[in-house]
């Protein structure tokens, strides 16, 4: 860099102290070389130094000359920057304004609108949970109410009024209730009906003191009616009917029982009816033991025997007529695995046999065998006795088998049950002669 003209040629080298590359350590030493011999052992630091300090001398005066000529334009020119900034940050400063308000519009707008539409939201969510807690707990009232109703037709009861007549197809409509209410309680996941009525009092309440007595209760007295159901008239039973509308009824009501323990559990059904199986088979197997002991009392033994078998028949015939009822709280899937054409065919599955009458046979024989065996084995006055009137102990039992396998109010014996029969004499008779 050359010097102002006005002040001539300057002795100072600017390109060099300007060249990107310049380096104080090297101009340094230049300058220690170019002022000393190197064969001197004390070296001269003070020309060196003072050749710097001319040079910055001279830098400071070239400085202070132009700064003083200079001084005007300078202070014209940083006047014109200040009075230009000032001008950008007033019109920066009023933008800001501008902005600061339309974010403060903005928050006031939108934002607060925002806040109090959220929290309108969330009181309106709650409002609606409890509305849909408030129906459920209202439906599941009302189903109360209907089941209590129900079971009051059931027992013949209803209030202080007069006693009514006990209406068993009210069984099957409480079943329903039952369902209904069970379902309802069920649907206890998230989003569901059902989902916060176990928190509810009143629900615990309706469940302890009328659902729960409600369902035991029905199930007792539909376990009851099969227990006790009769249709024969061979014998003398309080619970066999007498007439045709009699037998009807008996059906009809046994009928509303089976429907009721299917609704409330098929297992129910199929472990009331095998007891009633079992009971008829453990009674028959007494009586028959007794009466071979005791031959005079054979023949109405065996009558008892044929009627229990009659009842038997009655029974399949009537769950043959029963289709199984669409229970709304199965899945699909499981309805499709559980659908049978009657009520029936899961009971001869659980039997594993063709029919009822079959399956009562053939188990009494079974247990009839080594009960007559040991009697014979005894010996005594009933051994004598059997042996010696085998003959018609046989046509006894074979005439006991045909009778018991027609159905009630038939007056000739059944065809088709010979092997029945012959499996039966066979378990007396083979014993005796063994």
């Not at 132009?66 to 001084?71: D, E, M, N, P, Q």
């Not at 659908?339 to 029919?355: K, R």
């Amino acid at each position: 860099m050359a010097a102002d003209s006005s002040e001539g040629p300057s002795y100072i080298d600017y390109e060099a102290f300007l060249d990107p590359e310049f380096s104080p350590t090297a101009f340094a030493n230049s300058l220690v070389i170019a002022t000393n011999n190197p064969s001197d052992t004390p070296i001269d630091l003070s020309t060196p130094l003072s050749r710097v300090l001319f040079d910055i001398q001279e830098i400071d005066t070239h400085i202070h000359t132009l700064t003083t000529k200079s001084a005007i334009p300078l202070l014209t020119h940083t006047k014109e920057q200040a009075d230009a900034g000032q001008r950008i940050v007033s019109e920066v400063e009023a933008q800001v304004a501008s902005l600061t308000d339309g974010y403060e519009r903005l928050h006031k707008e939108v934002i607060q609108r925002h806040e109090e539409a959220d929290q309108v939201r969330v009181a309106v969510e709650r409002l609606w949970e409890t509305v849909k807690i408030g129906r459920a707990v209202g439906r599941c009232l009302t189903m109360g109410r209907q089941l209590e109703t129900q079971m009051a037709e059931v027992g013949g009861g209803g209030g202080a009024g007069p006693a009514k007549k006990e209406d068993h197809r009210a069984m099957i409509r409480a079943s329903n209730s039952l369902l209904g209410i069970r379902q309802l309680l069920s649907a206890s996941g998230s989003g569901e009906e059902g989902e916060h009525l176990s928190k509810v009092d009143l629900v615990t309440y309706l469940q302890n003191s009328v659902v729960g007595p409600g369902e035991s209760s029905l199930r007792n007295r539909a376990q009851q009616i099969i227990r006790e159901f009769s249709m024969s008239s061979l014998a003398s039973s309080s619970n066999a009917p007498t007439t045709y509308a009699q037998s009807e009824e008996t059906k009809s009501r046994t009928t509303s029982a089976v429907l009721t323990l299917q609704f409330l559990n098929p297992q129910l059904l199929l472990a009331a009816l095998q007891a009633y199986l079992r009971t008829s088979l453990t009674s028959s197997l007494a009586s028959i033991t007794r009466a071979l002991d005791n031959l005079p009392t054979l023949d109405r033994t065996l009558l008892e025997v044929a009627a229990r078998c009659q009842n038997i028949v009655a029974l399949e015939h009537l769950l043959d007529t029963i289709k199984p009822p669409q229970i709304a709280s199965l899945d699909p899937q499981d309805a499709v695995k559980e659908q049978s054409q009657n009520l029936l065919e899961p009971l001869l599955a659980a039997l594993d046999t063709s029919s009822l009458p079959s399956f009562f046979w053939r188990s009494l024989a079974e247990g009839l065998a080594p009960r007559v065996t040991s009697l014979m084995a005894r010996g005594g006055v009933s051994a004598r006795a059997l042996r010696s009137q085998k003959d018609r102990v046989r046509d006894s039992v074979r005439d006991c088998v045909l009778r018991g396998s027609q159905g009630p109010g038939s007056s000739e014996g059944a065809s088709g049950w010979e092997r029945e029969a012959a499996v039966m004499v066979g378990s007396v008779i083979g014993s005796m002669v063994r």
